[in-house]
């Protein structure tokens, strides 16, 4: 199992992103996925994940709609759309999946609880 995240960069406030998560070793549809995001000096936190069963997506509530998360199965890929960027959203945002359950579990917010990860792609918002 192997996840390889892309996509970040320097961007402006209120720019955009897109991030890349292509997966190999498992299909995207097998294991639900989540996107997490590390700030300097803070814990690595989940910030949306997609059900492997129907897709469905979940966000943390800080996020307030401005990130979407999606999948494209016939690529492998997962992707999080990332609009109205702000300086807090600045951090390293890693994919990872085969968490103890779906999505809607508790535990799977827990970072700890996910058995791979991708190697991290910077997003750095700022004028």
């Known amino acids: 199992v192997q996840l390889q995240a892309s996509g970040g960069g320097l961007v402006q406030p209120g720019g955009s992103l897109r991030l890349s998560c292509a997966a190999s070793?498992?299909?995207?549809?097998?294991?639900?996925i989540g996107w997490f995001r590390q700030a300097p000096g803070k814990e690595r936190e989940r910030i949306s994940c997609i059900s492997s069963s129907d897709g469905s997506t979940y966000y943390a509530d800080s996020l307030k709609g401005r990130f979407t998360m999606s999948r494209d199965v016939a690529k492998n890929t997962v992707y999080l759309q990332m609009n109205s960027l702000k300086p807090a959203d600045t951090a390293v945002y890693y994919c990872a999946t085969d968490p103890p359950g779906d999505c809607v579990l508790i535990a799977t917010l827990k970072a700890n609880s996910y058995d791979y990860w991708g190697q991290g792609t910077q997003v750095t918002v700022s004028s």
């Open positions: 070793g498992f299909t995207v549809d097998h294991y639900a």
